[in-house]
């Protein structure tokens, strides 16, 4: 009798449920527009739908163009079908730069997540000046990536800045952080879950803000331990805004310009170049538009298939 | 019960979707019409400049600009100021949306980029008036000739940008070491240098620094080698390169080049300079003034002579270019022989801490009245070759060596260590053959 209790006290928790609940889960009634209602919202919709279309759809068509012909900015050059394409895919520097992304992405989006999380579930608890606190977490997120690169680089560009120095009189070495490619890829991701764990805590603290308190003591009453709490209600309930959260997050990383490119510029000898640095370098720096362009595409291409996989994990875990 | 969206009093919903769709309209025309126009229609010669010093020198110029009174027919001239970040976009978006400027100064290698694309106009009559007025024999020698070119004169170069070794004479005195003349003075002081905790070949290459490539090259160069040979052809695996990159290999191994120089951005150098880190090292003209320095230690070193006896540096041309979209031809000329004639209020203000192309400025009191200045005329200016040497003739392919991936990534494998001096040109060498267009 007891252990069904308790099975179904995590379950109904699982669900967001507190003890005596309803436990039916809100009426989900289809309500049925009127056809003249739903031509309503089509045509007021409409200029939206064509605006949208023109501002997204000509620049994505127009860089098609860019990505099949052999010209510049100015120019659009001769029809070189998937050429371009092909000799980025069989470039060294792309899958080097793609292994770099792939990294940074993983470090990046899970990396800010960990670090998100543990502070969110930190503020919420009681503690002193929370709010003081939680405003000066958000500063690595508000402040001008610029502002934040350049302190960065006094922090550890030159053997006299102070990490550096710190490990010096410690008596382990003078670490090269931006001049050594491991550490410069190890720097720039760890710049990166430093600027954007404040989102992900902001994220995750508004999704525990939405679990009912109950949910916690009837778990609590039935015995559940701390971790079980966390791993049976907490990242459940806040699974839906955790997957949205890794979605973005995954786009703000693969398409992570300046955080990289003010800290190392893509070097030393692009250990830190990521695809759009690489596409940024190609373009505008070897003035190979074509190939720039075609990386850039090959890039949205796998963000679209990211997202839409991450996007049905929602979904899965809507339904569950 | 009736939708609130089907009837409205005196509103009805057609009227109000009629509504939505002008208003959404009409930002599509006016954005579908402004194609049709071009910015040089308004009856100026539009004048884009960059920040070449600090903000008081685009105060000068646009003063100068403001000040132009045209002759004849003639059409005025605006001025505008336009940010080194991202320039080439912003150059390029302009000039396909036909709203460009008529005259510009730019990038180094600007001018042969977008004559490649046919968008320069030539500056014969440029040059033709500058003879006329007697300012064409004021040029200092071998300036002007990079940019002719079959079709005719690209640009008209206004300043050059070079590249010289300075020194900071205290740090030589406490090392007890002579301040170098050759390869071999330089590796002794160098080593005397690092002794004293400074750096003995002071470079950077980190994020938007430059000046590193431009070491690599410079020392290429100062051994007879460069990136071309004297037909504009690429030559990087000529014995010569391959001699000056194991001499840098030496200097990084020795620890005389910063172990950390690699990821050096220019505020990382600059501090090296300004904090009396750096001892010797390869910078623009002007460096004192470019950092803030008063101690009056920094000195223009002597041209270093290689191990062949030869001896050259590098410098950047930089130069005034003209574009075919312009209201008036003509008055696009007539304004650059104006402005090319008062460039010399720039250097008197002082303003400019780069060289003079006329030799008449060079000899202004505000401008000879430093000594470095007059050393770098005197020595430097006429040893000094440009990137495309060991060739003359600059072309569209240069911006692609200056600014491009393969260069920054031989020079970077350099800083690091860890290559041989053959493996680093032949990698350089199949960078630049994949994106230097024949």
């Not at chain 2, 027919?73 to 949306?97: D, G, P, R």
């Not at chain 2, 005195?173 to 330089?186: C, H, N, Q, R, Y």
Request: charged share 15%.
């Amino acid at each position: 009798m007891s252990t069904t209790t308790t099975k179904s006290g995590l379950a109904r928790a699982r669900q967001g449920l507190a003890p005596g609940g309803p436990g039916g889960g809100a009426p989900n009634r289809k309500s049925k527009l009127s056809a003249q209602t739903r031509r309503t919202f089509f045509w007021l919709l409409l200029p939206s739908i064509v605006l949208l279309i023109l501002i997204n759809g000509y620049p994505l068509i127009y860089a098609g163009v860019q990505a099949t012909h052999d010209g510049s900015l100015i120019e659009t050059g001769n029809f070189v079908g998937v050429d371009n394409f092909a000799s980025v895919v069989a470039s060294e520097a792309f899958w080097k730069a793609a292994r770099f992304t792939l990294l940074f992405t993983i470090v990046g989006v899970f990396g800010s997540w960990a670090v998100g999380l543990g502070l969110a579930l930190l503020l919420r608890t009681k503690i002193p000046a929370g709010g003081l606190f939680k405003v000066l977490l958000l500063l690595p997120w508000v402040v001008p990536i610029v502002v934040s690169s350049t302190a960065w680089n006094w922090l550890v560009g030159t053997p006299d800045s102070l990490i550096p120095a710190m490990f010096r009189n410690l008596g382990l070495g003078t670490p090269l952080f931006l001049a050594d490619p491991t550490l410069a890829a190890i720097t720039v991701m760890v710049f990166k879950v430093w600027v954007s764990f404040p989102f992900m805590m902001m994220m995750t603290s508004a999704a525990l803000a939405s679990v009912d308190g109950t949910v916690y003591e009837a778990a609590s009453m039935d015995g559940a331990s701390r971790w079980q709490q966390f791993s049976q209600i907490t990242l459940p309930l806040t699974a839906r805004s955790t997957y949205i959260s890794w979605i973005l997050m995954t786009i703000f990383c693969v398409n992570d310009f300046p955080t990289i490119y003010l800290l190392t510029g893509g070097g030393p000898v692009d250990a830190t170049t990521s695809l759009v640095v690489l596409a940024y370098r190609t373009v505008f720096q070897d003035f190979q538009t074509g190939p720039g362009v075609a990386i850039a595409f090959l890039m949205t291409i796998t963000l679209v298939v990211v997202s839409v996989l991450l996007y049905r994990q929602i979904r899965k875990s809507s339904v569950e | 019960m009736t939708s609130p969206l089907s009837t409205t009093a005196g509103f009805s919903r057609r009227g109000f979707l009629g509504l939505a769709a002008a208003a959404a309209t009409v930002p599509l025309l006016a954005a579908c019409g402004g194609g049709s126009s071009t910015a040089n229609s308004g009856g100026t010669v539009k004048f884009w400049d960059m920040p070449w010093a600090a903000p008081a020198y685009n105060d000068a110029a646009k003063k100068i600009v403001d000040a132009y009174v045209p002759t004849g027919s003639n059409l005025k001239a605006s001025y505008q100021t336009i940010q080194w970040n991202n320039f080439y976009q912003t150059f390029s978006s302009a000039i396909a949306s036909k709203t460009g400027p008529a005259v510009s100064t730019g990038g180094g290698f600007q001018a042969f980029q977008f004559e490649q694309q046919g968008q320069i106009a030539y500056a014969d009559k440029v040059v033709e008036a500058l003879k006329s007025n007697g300012m064409y024999d004021d040029f200092l020698p071998g300036v002007l000739e990079p940019f002719k070119t079959d079709k005719g004169y690209v640009a008209i170069p206004w300043q050059l940008d070079m590249r010289v070794m300075w020194y900071r004479s205290s740090l030589f005195e406490k090392a007890g070491v002579a301040v170098p003349t050759d390869w071999p003075s330089l590796l002794e002081a160098g080593k005397a240098l690092k002794n004293i905790g400074a750096v003995g070949f002071a470079i950077g290459a980190g994020a938007g620094n430059f000046l590193g490539n431009h070491a690599s090259i410079m020392m290429m160069v100062n051994n007879g080698g460069g990136v071309f040979n004297k037909d504009g052809e690429l030559d990087v695996m000529n014995d010569r390169n391959v001699e000056a990159v194991e001499f840098l290999l030496e200097l990084v191994s020795n620890g005389i080049i910063d172990p950390a120089a690699v990821s050096y951005t220019s505020d990382n150098l600059n501090a090296q300079w300004k904090d009396s880190k750096a001892g010797y090292g390869m910078f623009t003209a002007g460096l004192p003034g470019r950092i803030g320095d008063t101690t009056g230690e920094l000195l223009v070193a002597d041209p270093l002579t290689g191990p062949h006896g030869d001896k050259a540096s590098i410098m950047f041309p930089n130069n005034i270019m003209m574009y075919k979209n312009t209201p008036s031809q003509e008055s696009s000329e007539a304004f650059l022989v104006d402005y090319l004639g008062k460039l010399k209020d720039l250097w008197q203000q002082k303003l400019v801490t780069s060289l003079p192309v006329f030799k008449s400025i060079t000899e202004l009191p505000e401008f000879a009245s430093d000594p470095n200045n007059v050393k770098i005329v005197k020595e430097w200016q006429p040893i000094s070759k440009n990137f495309a040497a060991q060739g003359s003739t600059l072309n569209a392919g240069l911006a692609v060596l200056d600014g491009g991936q393969a260069i920054n990534q031989f020079t970077q494998t350099i800083l690091t260590g860890k290559t041989d001096a053959k493996s680093a040109l032949q990698a350089f060498k199949t960078g630049l053959e994949s994106t230097i267009k024949k």
